[in-house]
């Protein structure tokens, strides 16, 4: 009788749904980077959820460039966008925590306290959109056809995982090698899962555009290659009553319309032609939308608030470029960009400058390094700039003429002093003659605007910057095997960093194509710093461990700082209805939903004032 009764409060433990242990371990609903999760056992719905959301109607979206596959897992092709919807992750995210998952293709997640190893037991009544069930079978061809034939970032990702094995038949476990990586088994739970008996006959490594067979809230329905794609939702889908779903996925169609640039689509916009649009341009919103349906209430423009990082944009140099490769090369060409002119004269002063690849959050690194970062830092002394540990970063800071020729001036030096002298008005190498010039590549025109003035204050310093913008494919091309001179682009940034910035800085991804170490960085302090957020044991240590990586960045001058705004930038035709709460994350466009007291209103209207042959 008392070991019945122990075994029962094993089993009831914690407040966790589960029924069976492995190992000893107990079997629970989800699980956290560091402490405990958000939502117990048994929750019905996220907060930021609207469980009582109409499903039906349809949201008509936009997208720049081009696709000819739906294979999004490879290297090739352009991959369409959305796709994804199509298919489920064995545990899903929430928008207002740092790191958790939660079950959705797994019922129960089960990690030790040393976090050596997960498993996931999959839910009964997981299907494919076939009526097949998923299986552990399924868990093991995706993680192992990722790691041998998918993008190279799955290779950094799991890089740690030792092997995957089938315990029992609803039952899967990733075994990790020695080391400490406590965000492993969250990431893990991070993957997509595709159906081994579909791909059996078909090449994963070619493109495609035979719609594939997912597991998801939605199938594919329609499309035109490069043109329009429209999603449909699965009306029999095993998953919606899960609580991580539970308020999400409620349109009944997702269109997705591309456009060949971001002006065009946004004449396209404000004629009707799509519903919804995420603005980018500070200069479209504060100019771009002096209609008349803005006015009188047609279309809604709304700043959504968020806490999230905003990670790092910039001009960023490609260092496997023998003129980027010294550091003075790369410090010298940030003083002649002129953020301050830029955000008033350009950008209607809607940005903050950024200076942190973390900026927006905790894990930004301010002020001196403490001792928490010193721990990290100084046993690498020898191998950071020295400034590391004895100046505040911070870009140099212009603001038009008067101060703009100090920062010329400081750069000059710099570049005398790396080698590049000015002969005839031209900077050119002291040994070779050679000219300092680069392209800087673009994949929108609308940047043109930002990168041209800059260009202008170079041509001060005798350096010659020319612009190329090229179509989406060949950026895309370009991009994965590191043809350019200098681009604009985002670092992406969580608040829980991990195993992704292997991808972004580690040595290892520096030279493999189709990777995200865009920089070309090859520095073995930032790998061994790289590691330290790994193996973070709490949330003090990543963050002072993600601090000091961040002063290591900042400092290697990798990238020229552009803005940031801690606010999303929304305009959309007046039929859809939100959620009353906004995650931490910022706004969650899966959770809106169509209103029927607004949709058939602004047909009528649009009909009217908006389409009508006379106007």
């Known amino acids: 009788m008392k070991t019945l009764l122990i075994l029962f409060l094993i089993f009831a433990w914690s407040g966790n749904s589960f029924s069976t242990t492995l190992d000893g371990v107990v079997g629970r609903h989800a699980i956290a980077m560091h402490g405990e999760v958000k939502y117990p056992a048994g929750f019905k719905h996220f907060d930021y959820a609207n469980p009582d959301a109409l499903k039906g109607g349809s949201i008509h979206m936009h997208s720049i460039g081009t696709f000819d596959s739906f294979n999004g897992f490879i290297v090739k092709g352009n991959p369409a966008n959305d796709v994804g919807l199509i298919y489920n992750s064995l545990a899903a995210s929430s928008a207002d925590e740092a790191l958790s998952q939660y079950g959705e293709l797994a019922e129960e997640i089960y990690m030790p306290e040393d976090r050596s190893w997960v498993a996931f037991k999959l839910r009964n009544d997981a299907r494919w959109h076939d009526g097949r ?48 990586n406590h965000e492993l088994p969250l990431i893990i739970g991070q993957l997509v899962v595709l159906p081994q008996h579909y791909w059996a006959d078909r090449d994963f490594t070619k493109t495609t555009l035979e719609p594939p067979l997912g597991s998801g809230p939605y199938r594919v329905a329609t499309f035109e290659p490069g043109r329009s794609l429209t999603l449909e939702q699965v009306q029999d889908y095993w998953g919606e009553d899960l609580a991580v779903h539970k308020g999400q996925f409620n349109f009944g169609e997702i269109r997705i319309d591309y456009y060949r640039d971001s002006d065009i689509a946004l004449e396209a916009f404000k004629s009707g032609e799509y519903d919804y649009r995420r603005e980018q341009s500070a200069k479209n919103w504060a100019t771009g939308y002096d209609v008349p349906a803005v006015k009188n209430g047609l279309i809604v423009k709304r700043k959504f608030d968020h806490n999230r990082t905003a990670g790092m944009q910039g001009f960023v140099y490609n260092s496997r470029r023998k003129i980027f490769s010294d550091i003075r090369v790369r410090q010298a060409l940030t003083y002649a960009f002129d953020f301050e002119w830029s955000n008033q004269n350009l950008f209607y002063n809607q940005y903050a400058r950024s200076r942190s690849y973390f900026d927006n959050s905790e894990l930004s690194a301010t002020g001196l390094p403490g001792n928490d970062e010193l721990k990290f830092l100084e046993p ?16 140099p800071k212009g603001g038009g003429p008067r101060p703009m020729r100090g920062n010329l001036r400081t750069a000059s030096k710099l570049l005398s002093e790396a080698g590049w002298i000015i002969r005839d008005g031209k900077r050119v190498n002291k040994e070779t003659d050679k000219p300092l010039t680069f392209e800087v590549m673009l994949a929108s025109p ?6 041209l003035p800059y260009g202008r204050n170079l041509e001060k310093l005798g350096v010659e910057l020319t612009v190329r913008t090229v179509d989406t494919s060949q950026y895309r091309q370009r991009l994965d095997t590191y043809d350019f001179d200098m681009i604009v682009h985002v670092f992406g940034q969580s608040l829980s960093p991990g195993n992704e910035q292997r991808s972004f800085w580690g040595s290892e991804s520096a030279d493999l194509e189709g990777g995200r170490n865009y920089i070309g960085i090859n520095d073995p302090a930032i790998d061994a710093l790289i590691e330290h957020v790994i193996e973070a044991q709490d949330r003090s240590e990543l963050v002072a461990a993600t601090r000091a990586l961040d002063r290591a960045l900042q400092w290697g001058h990798w990238v020229i700082p552009h803005w940031h705004a801690t606010y999303d930038r929304v305009a959309y035709w007046n039929k859809f209805s939100q959620p009353a709460i906004t995650p931490s994350s910022g706004f969650q466009l899966l959770y809106w939903w169509v209103d029927p007291a607004k949709a058939p209103a602004l047909d009528n209207r649009l009909e009217s004032e908006v389409r009508s042959p006379d106007r």
């Open 446 to 451: 609308s940047w043109e605007r930002t990168v």
């Open 133 to 180: 069930k998923l299986s552990v079978d399924d868990v093991i061809w995706t993680f192992n056809t990722l790691l041998k034939d998918g993008l190279p970032f799955y290779r950094f990702y799991y890089g740690n995982v030792q092997e995957v094995i089938k315990v029992d038949d609803d039952i899967v476990r990733f075994n990790f090698k020695p080391g400490e």
């Open 380 to 395: 690498l002394k020898d191998l950071l700039p020295a400034e590391v540990f004895t100046t505040v970063y911070e870009p």
